[in-house]
């Protein structure tokens, strides 16, 4: 379908892209941009900032959020461990603040968003062993979070949706805890940047092949990095015994073929996967509720892919 109205406009009204500017001055802008079409926070019931240390003395901080309603409010909730987007080198907790308790409320789930150290300071693998550390903890301190260890998942939006996944394949592979299911949005699967997509929505689109080829620039020590499953979980050879996936992509987006793609490449390895496309979207539109009325969708369907999933 068309590109959404106010999208357009949003894009339209967006400087012509040029040479990239420092990083502190990248993470500032985005930062600003973000917040500003993100529109009035929801109400949950309790956010409650907690520190997990880390095998090397790291201080990793994670924030619940509970949301406004549990179908069992005195039984263990589900929850999911989330890790947010950023191109793996900037944002924050403070900016998801306002989509983790949408995602919350949506999902009906517990939601652990996750402060990873962020590249290029802590380059790859530091940001994904940052999340799979916090979802080891989460699954062993269940009983005082509050928390269903038997109903949780992972999940992520771009960047965090690559964590997400490299997160899942670390579990099966460590022997970690026990994943119920993986919610990836719009997510970074591969370093290769090979699909058709990354052809047709180049650029024009908020996300570009060149900003995302400098993403993994900034992620990666080496281009020899993206070849490990950890970094590019679409090039796993295998890919059975994975939990259950449902996958977001946005149809105006470079990532949109990767997300598709590997749906289709769990399916093929005896894994439940279904990968839905939200029509009209553009990349980050988890922070485009003030922008448009449509980015609501992704929420919508968040929840009613995790409820049914977690039930």
Request: glycine letters at 6%; a negative charge.
């Amino acid at each position: 379908m068309p590109l959404d109205t106010r999208m357009a406009a949003f894009l339209a009204d967006r400087p012509a892209a040029s040479a990239l500017p420092p990083l502190a001055e990248i993470r500032k802008a985005s930062d600003l941009e973000l917040a500003s079409l993100q529109g009035p926070p929801e109400a949950v019931t309790d956010i409650t900032t907690l520190v997990t240390t880390t095998a090397d003395g790291y201080p990793l901080r994670v924030r619940i959020y509970r949301p406004a309603t549990l179908d069992e409010p005195s039984a263990p909730a589900p929850a999911i461990v989330f890790a947010h987007g950023g191109g793996w080198f900037q944002c924050s907790l403070a900016l998801y603040d306002n989509p983790c308790r949408a995602l919350a409320n949506a999902t009906r789930c517990v939601v652990l968003s996750v402060d990873y150290r962020l590249a290029p300071e802590h380059p790859f693998p530091q940001p994904l062993e940052d999340v799979y550390h916090a979802l080891v903890w989460a699954a062993g301190h269940a009983d005082t979070l509050g928390i269903d260890p038997h109903r949780l998942a992972v999940g992520g939006d771009s960047a965090g949706g690559n964590l997400a996944a490299a997160a899942a394949l670390l579990a099966r592979d460590r022997g970690g805890p026990a994943i119920a299911h993986q919610l990836l949005l719009y997510p970074a699967l591969d370093h290769a940047m090979n699909t058709d997509s990354y052809t047709r929505h180049a650029s024009g689109y908020y996300l570009t092949r060149d900003i995302m080829q400098f993403c993994w620039s900034v992620y990666l020590e080496s281009a020899a990095d993206g070849a490990s499953p950890y970094a590019s979980p679409l090039q796993t050879p295998d890919l059975a015994g994975l939990p259950a996936a449902s996958i977001l992509v946005c149809e105006y987006d470079p990532l949109r073929d990767e997300g598709i793609d590997y749906a289709r490449r769990l399916r093929e390895a005896g894994v439940e996967a279904r990968a839905e496309q939200l029509d009209g979207m553009i990349h980050a539109c988890i922070h485009m509720s003030g922008l448009t009325p449509a980015a609501r969708r992704l929420f919508e369907r968040a929840g009613s892919l995790v409820v049914q999933a977690l039930a």
